[in-house]
């Protein structure tokens, strides 16, 4: 049970994004499709990023009890994807909230 603790909490943080982002509109509320493509295209570019770190050996899965055993690719563990994710969109959501917070002001 304890391998399911990591994606566990950030499928949690992710969900309090959503929710924060259906309160104030900002993203996917906001506009759907372009918060899709932005989305896409940022967690696309670190997934490339990722790949060109594990192919050089700077980026590697390590052990961590808190992970599933399940990769994607070698040394690119599914929760990684959750995390680009989780990334992505907490800098999407800071963007666009900042914006409306200086509109306001």
Not at 13 to 25: T, Y
Not at 59 to 68: D, H, R, S
């Amino acid at each position: 049970m304890q391998q399911f603790a990591y994606l566990a909490f950030l499928i949690i943080s992710i969900s309090g994004l959503l929710v924060l982002d259906w309160r104030f509109k900002l993203a996917f509320w906001h506009d759907a499709r372009r918060a899709a493509i932005t989305m896409a295209v940022g967690v696309g570019l670190f997934i490339i990023w990722d790949l060109l770190g594990i192919r050089l050996g700077i980026f590697f899965k390590g052990t961590a009890q808190y992970m599933l055993p399940i990769e994607l690719l070698p040394e690119f563990p599914i929760e990684e994807i959750f995390f680009l994710f989780l990334i992505c969109y907490s800098a999407l959501m800071f963007y666009r909230g900042f914006s409306r917070w200086q509109r306001i002001s």
